[in-house]
C-alpha cells in the first residue's frame, strides 16, 4: 500500500512515501519558505539503499503549488518513484489539534474537515495549514484515501485531573475546555522506540520533544499520564517563538493597562515570544553562535529554556512515582548536546547523570547518554512523526479491509 505522508506547517511541508507495511522510506523531502520568493524543495529517494538528493529553487506561492510540485517530483521520469497520481492508496495527515472529538486516526470526510475547522483557533499555526494540506492532496490525489493521525490522539489517556483545568466545571463539560496535549505522534512514537529499547514494557519514562515546539510527557507503561502543553500548544516549556507557561494575569494586564488588543496578545504570544523573544532568534543553532560569542543575554534565554524542562523533569518523576528513563528528541532535543547537558546537571539526586563524551557523540539511531552507574537512562530517540503516521495508516486501512470481507 502506498502511504503518502504530509506534515504541512505554516511556511512548510514535510513529507515521506512508504510502501507499507515496508517501514523504509521510497522519498522524503522537505518544502520551505512557501510563499516568498526562492522557496526551496529538497527531495530525497531511496533506491537500493542509495540515497539521491536534488534540491529546486523556486517562487511557490501557495501549499498547493508546493504539494504540485512535490507531485510532479515523484513522477519525473528518472527520479520518479510512481507515475500516475492514481497509484497513492491513501495521504496520511498530521492535524495538530483533534479536540475531544477525535481520540483516533480517523478517514477524513467532509464532516471531520467542518470539525478540524472549527478548531482553527485553538491552534492557530497549525491548524490552517493542516487544513489546507488535505484540501490540496485531495486535488491531486483524487482515487487516494485522506487521513487525519492528531497530535492530541495519544494524550486522550491522560486522567481527570490531569487534564481538567481548575475553572468552573460547565467551561469543560460545555465548551470543552481542558487540556489536550500534542506532538502525542512524537511521544507515542519514542515512547515505543524506548519501551523496546529497555526491554520493558511497564517503564516510566518522559520523553521530551523539543524542536521548534516544544513539549513534555509523562508515559507509564507506554500511556500518556500528563503533558506539558494545554488547551492549545501554548503552554510548558519555552518555545521558538511561543512563550510556555505565563501567569494569565500578564494577558489582563497587557489589555487593560497597556492597551493590546486580544489579537495582538495572541500574536505576541505565538509568534514574537520564546526564545525568539528573549534573544530575536528562535532556531537554536542561532542561539549558540551569540553564547559562543559571549551574548549573556542570550546565555541567559538558554538557561530560561533548559531550567523550565528540568522543573517538568521533577514534576513528572513525582506524577510517575519512578523513573527509568528519560528521552530526547527532535530537532534541538536530537542535536544540541550542550542544552542535554545542561538540562541534566545536579539531577543525580533523580539518578540521572549524564557521560559528557556518550552526549557529544553524533549518530543516527537511539543512542544511551547516561553514565554507567546512573539509576535512570537517559536516551536520544530520532523521532519519526512521518512513519508513525503511515503506520497508523496502514493499520486503520487494513483493519478496514479486514473488516469489509
Ligand atoms: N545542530 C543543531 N543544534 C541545535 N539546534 C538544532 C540543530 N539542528 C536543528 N536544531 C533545532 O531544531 C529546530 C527544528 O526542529 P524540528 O524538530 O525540525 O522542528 P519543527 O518540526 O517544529 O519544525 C530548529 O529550529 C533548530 O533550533
Ligand atoms: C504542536 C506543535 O507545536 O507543533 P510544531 O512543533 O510542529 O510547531
Ligand atoms: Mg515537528
Redesign the pocket.
Known amino acids: 500500500m502506498n502511504i503518502f505522508v504530509v506534515n504541512s ?1 505554516s511556511s ?1 511541508i514535510k513529507y515521506q512515501l512508504f510502501k507499507m507495511p515496508n517501514d523504509n522510506p521510497i522519498c522524503t523531502g522537505l518544502v520551505e519558505r512557501i510563499g516568498l520568493e526562492n522557496s526551496i524543495i529538497t527531495h530525497k529517494v531511496y533506491i537500493n539503499s542509495e540515497e539521491k538528493v536534488i534540491k529546486r529553487v523556486l517562487d511557490l506561492v501557495d501549499h498547493e503549488a508546493g504539494l504540485n510540485e512535490v507531485a510532479h517530483l515523484l513522477m519525473e521520469p528518472e527520479i520518479g518513484v510512481i507515475q500516475d497520481p492514481a497509484e497513492i492508496n491513501a495521504v496520511g495527515h498530521r492535524v495538530v489539534h483533534g479536540g475531544e472529538s477525535f481520540a483516533s486516526t480517523t478517514i477524513i470526510t467532509k464532516e471531520v474537515k467542518e470539525e478540524i475547522k472549527k478548531l482553527f483557533s485553538l491552534a492557530p499555526l497549525h491548524n490552517p495549514a493542516n487544513y489546507l494540506g488535505i484540501e490540496v492532496a485531495e486535488k491531486i490525489f483524487t482515487k487516494a484515501k485522506q487521513v487525519a493521525v492528531f497530535d492530541t490522539a495519544f494524550h486522550q489517556t491522560m486522567p481527570e485531573k490531569a487534564f481538567r483545568y481548575a475553572i468552573p466545571q460547565n467551561l469543560y463539560t460545555e465548551m470543552g475546555i481542558r487540556a489536550y496535549g500534542f506532538h502525542g505522534t512524537s511521544h507515542k512514537y519514542v515512547a515505543q522506540q524506548t519501551l523496546q529499547y529497555l526491554n520493558n514494557k511497564n517503564a516510566k519514562i518522559i520523553t521530551i520533544h523539543l ?3 516544544c513539549s513534555m510527557a509523562a508515559v507509564d507503561s507506554g500511556k500518556c499520564i500528563d503533558t506539558s502543553m494545554g488547551f492549545g500548544p501554548l503552554s510548558g516549556l519555552v518555545m ?1 517563538t511561543r512563550s510556555g507557561d505565563l501567569d494569565p494575569s500578564v494577558i489582563f494586564h497587557m489589555v487593560n493597562q497597556l492597551g493590546y488588543s486580544l489579537d495582538q496578545v495572541s500574536t505576541l504570544l505565538n509568534k514574537h515570544s520564546g526564545m525568539h523573544g528573549l534573544t530575536g532568534f ?4 542561532d542561539i ?1 553562535k551569540s553564547i559562543a560569542e559571549g551574548d549573556k543575554n542570550a546565555k541567559m534565554a538558554y538557561d530560561l529554556y533548559a531550567y523550565r524542562i528540568k522543573k517538568y523533569i521533577g514534576a513528572y518523576a513525582a506524577v510517575l512515582n519512578g523513573l527509568d528513563a528519560i528521552v530526547f528528541t ?3 532535543g536530537e ?2 548536546s550542550n542544552i542535554r547537558q545542561l538540562i541534566c546537571a545536579d539531577m543525580d539526586f533523580l539518578g540521572i547523570k549524564i557521560n559528557e563524551e556518550k552526549n557529544n557523540i553524533r549518530s543516527k539511531g537511539i543512542r544511551e547518554i547516561n553514565t554507567d552507574d546512573a539509576r535512570v537512562k537517559v536516551l536520544v530517540v530520532p523521532t519519526n512523526e512521518e512513519l508513525e503516521i503511515a503506520e497508523q495508516c496502514f493499520e486503520l486501512l487494513t483493519e478496514k479491509a479486514t473488516a469489509a470481507v
Open positions: 506547517g512548510s524542536g521548534n515546539g521558538g528562535s532556531d537554536m543553532r549558540l527532535a530537532g534541538v542535536n544540541d
